[in-house]
Each structure stands twice: as structure tokens, then as C-alpha cells.
């Protein structure tokens, strides 16, 4: 298992419902990212861990709420989200330190009905 | 306000031809560029990037081009090939924190 894995890569929920993507990085990297991805719009970076550290909020709603346990497993908690939330999320790692080139993993494309 | 534009959401070259993708930026303190390529249903992949020191950056058909005083980059494709077909994101950084904003991306189609 090499890169870096989302699980599920496909993910429809209704508003009241709670769910959680995963993420997993092979690559000994020390930073993780969350972004997302609506259509046409820029990638939006949601959050951001240093060595299991938080390090950057970009004003996400409480309805998201991340978890890093360790520097390879990024979570992101969904909670009472809205249809709006509905867009592809990115987790993506990287050296800190090192050529800013991130890996990012497929994505979880999520719907919210 | 997007600090990373990329105004052409669509792109189409005939084969053979050059492509070229364009990117404007607003935060003079951004260092570094990148760029990165997206398939459908697969993350954004790395491409190539350029630092705020040099003007060009080549890597085999792909040469990123900067230009300071204007805030302006740009990624040429020479020659294009229909697997170069996705779409493009530009992206940039600054003072060495791991913060990547990006572009809304361009849709690059290269048609036979």
C-alpha cells in the first residue's frame, strides 16, 4: 500500500445522519490536509495538521470536525450536514519542510440528500 | 477574494499544437508555484513547480514561465497529446508554511 488511501471513495448521506472519511498516508509525511472541492470553484483548504497538531482552521463550520490520531491517519467527521456540503473532499499529506509538493488521495465524493 | 486565479475555465488545442495555461496572483509574498494535473476521479496530481527566484521552469513538454511584476504564470504543453486531457490547477505558497491556496482550475481537452 503506497500514496495516500481515502476510504469511501463514494459516500451519499441524509442531513441527520453522523459519518466518517478516513484517510491513511504511506509516505512518512508529517503534515495532513483537508480540502474541498465544489464544482467550479478553487480547492478550498478546510484544515491542516502538523505532527498530530492542528495548525490551521480555515473558518470550517462545527459540522466538520476533524481527528488526527497519528501522522499517517486523518479523519473528518460529518455531522448534521446540508446539501451544500455535497463536493468532492481531498485529503492530501506532505514533509513539512520540504518542496511544498503535496500527495493527494482520490477524494471521497459525498452527497448529502 | 481568491489570492490564485485562473480565469479560462476551458481550454481546447488540437494535438501536436502548444497549449498554454494561464494563472494570476494578488500576494506578492507568495515563493513558490506549482502546478498540478487532475483525471477524473483521482486526486490532483504534481506536475511541476518554479520559485519566485527564477523566471522559467522546464521539465520534458512541460515549461512554467513567471512573471513577477505582473503577478502572472503560466504552463506551456509542448507538443500536447490527448492524454494531457484534465484539468489543471495552479497553486502557490509562501514563506515556507506548508499552505497551498489554489486556482479554480483550467479543463484542458486535446482533441486528434
Known amino acids: 500500500e503506497t500514496g495516500v488511501t481515502q476510504t469511501p471513495r463514494h459516500l451519499v448521506m441524509g442531513m441527520t445522519n453522523k459519518k466518517s472519511l478516513k484517510c491513511e498516508q504511506h509516505l512518512g509525511h508529517n503534515a495532513m490536509y483537508w480540502y474541498k472541492q465544489s464544482a467550479k470553484k478553487p480547492l478550498e483548504l478546510m484544515f491542516v495538521?502538523?505532527?498530530?497538531?492542528?495548525?490551521e482552521n480555515n473558518s470550517v463550520p462545527s459540522r466538520f470536525s476533524p481527528e488526527c490520531p497519528n501522522s499517517s491517519h486523518l479523519f473528518l467527521h460529518l455531522h448534521t450536514l446540508q446539501p451544500e456540503d455535497s463536493a468532492l473532499y481531498l485529503c492530501a499529506s506532505s514533509q513539512d519542510g520540504g518542496n511544498y509538493g503535496y500527495t493527494f488521495g482520490s477524494g471521497t465524493r459525498l452527497t448529502v440528500v | 477574494d481568491q489570492q490564485v486565479k485562473q480565469n479560462s475555465p476551458s481550454l481546447s488545442v488540437q494535438e501536436g499544437r502548444i497549449s498554454i495555461l494561464n494563472c494570476d496572483y494578488t500576494n506578492s509574498m507568495f515563493d513558490y508555484f506549482l502546478w498540478y494535473k487532475k483525471y477524473p476521479a483521482e486526486g490532483p496530481t504534481f506536475l511541476i513547480s518554479i520559485s519566485s527566484i527564477k523566471d522559467k521552469n522546464e521539465d520534458g513538454r512541460f515549461t512554467v514561465f513567471l512573471n513577477k511584476s505582473a503577478k502572472h504564470l503560466s504552463l506551456h504543453i509542448v507538443p500536447s497529446q490527448p492524454g494531457d486531457s484534465a484539468v489543471y490547477f495552479c497553486?502557490?505558497?509562501?514563506?515556507?508554511?506548508?499552505?497551498?491556496?489554489f486556482g479554480a482550475g483550467t479543463r484542458l481537452a486535446v482533441h486528434p
Open positions: 497553486a502557490a505558497v509562501s514563506g515556507g508554511y506548508n499552505k497551498l491556496i
Open positions: 495538521y502538523n505532527f498530530k497538531e492542528q495548525t
